[in-house]
């Protein structure tokens, strides 16, 4: 399940939502898949096969924490590099060949390359596309990389925003005509839907993956709504029932959240390290109060997994691969759903109890919103 909140609901008088940031809803791309219960085949590091008469194959680019005016920068950039490629000669020719249909996708953390088959998906052919994408297409990038750097910088003048990119990074937004081949160049995900195991690729990226930057501690920005913004990195999930441990917790803090005035939550859960994000109007003593008010109550912590399958439930519903698609942005182990939350409800102490702890210890950094009106 992938969930995201690049929208997330607000509301002066009480928390309406908990929102999950990988994506603003569950990006569906596909429609057939494995039964609830059935889980994808690692074929390769960062590959997985999940059975499926209706060939696809769905290639993940990463693209940082999602968060940033920078990260939303490059991914508009990285999007358009990509569909600009996409109407090469060249691959136009190797896509009708192979009777291929691309659908450029993307959400706040990724943009995805989702390939309708004919039949099953050749080997060779995939590995000539995946390398005529790191073309860089043969064009002035002088117009574009204005029109996404003015974007961004718009963007970046929300009050909001300015806090979030002063707490999660420091550089400045700098893109160039190489900006483009070295986000395509960066490790990938593939997620292939075929009725036979496919071949594994041979992935190969000179780019490494850049991780959470290290940012300020502490930040203060005049916004239209005076709060402050409590933000706590944890560690990223180690398998499948350590992931959904870190989802449980976003809902029961949002439970005890709820009687804060102007409350929201913003989670990502990412391989390079999770994100809680707790924006608030409340004095700080009250919100270090709910949260202390979260106990390790066997009762809690077992309704807040019931919600949370019940959310899985209606995810998988609308994409039947969405748990495969986890394990694979995730790294995680190939689980049935069924046997992580098992495995969750198991352990659910030892997994949670250090989550709530952490979140109780006070904020790793925090951003003060001062009203714009005030002197």
């Known amino acids: 399940m992938i969930f995201s909140g690049d929208k997330p609901l607000f509301n002066r ?32 590091p960062d590959q997985l096969w999940i059975e499926s008469e209706k060939p696809q194959l769905t290639i993940y680019f990463s693209q940082g924490s999602g968060l940033t005016t920078k990260d939303t920068a490059r991914q508009a950039l990285l999007l358009e590099g990509l569909k ?53 297409p043969a064009i002035d990038w002088t117009p574009i990389i204005e029109r996404i750097s003015a974007e961004a910088y718009l963007a970046g003048q929300n009050g909001r925003q300015r806090a979030l990119d002063g707490l999660l990074s420091s550089s400045d937004l700098q893109l160039t005509a190489r900006s483009y081949v070295e986000l395509v160049d960066q ?22 993956l850049s991780g959470l930057q290290p940012g300020k501690a502490s930040i203060s920005v005049r916004s ?9 990195q944890l560690a990223a999930p180690t398998d499948s029932a350590s992931y959904l441990a870190q989802q449980t917790l976003g809902v029961l803090i949002s439970q005890s959240l709820a009687e804060l005035p102007s409350t929201r939550i913003q989670q990502q859960l990412a391989p390079q390290g999770s994100l809680v994000l707790i924006e608030t109007t409340a004095e700080a003593e009250s919100l270090t109060a709910a ?32 748990w495969s698609e986890a394990i694979l942005l995730y790294n995680l182990e190939p689980l049935s759903l069924t046997t992580a939350f098992k495995r969750l409800r198991s352990d659910s102490e030892t997994l949670l109890q250090p989550l709530l702890q952490q979140l109780q210890q006070g904020a790793d950094r925090r951003a003060r919103l001062f009203n714009a009106q005030q002197g």
């Open 291 to 322: 949260l202390n008010q979260v106990s390790s109550d066997s009762d809690l912590f077992n309704s807040a997994i019931d919600q949370l399958e019940r959310r899985w439930a209606q995810a998988i519903e609308q994409n039947r691969s969405s």
């Open 84 to 136: 600009l490629r996409l109407d090469d000669p060249q691959i136009n020719e190797l896509l009708y060949q192979q009777s291929w249909r691309v659908k450029p996708q993307s959400s706040s953390l990724y943009t995805a390359l989702a390939i309708s088959a004919a039949d099953s998906i050749d080997s060779e052919a995939l590995t000539i596309l995946l390398e005529l994408l790191k073309q860089p």
């Open 224 to 232: 239209k709504e005076a709060s402050t913004i409590s933000l706590w």
């Open 13 to 44: 008088k009480y928390l309406l939502t908990l929102v999950w940031l990988l994506p603003v809803a569950i990006l569906i791309l596909s429609r057939l898949g494995p039964s609830a219960d059935e889980v994808g085949k690692t074929i390769a």
């Open 187 to 208: 490790p990938i995900h593939l997620l292939f839907q075929t009725a036979s195991e496919p071949l594994p690729q041979s992935l190969e990226s000179h780019t490494e």
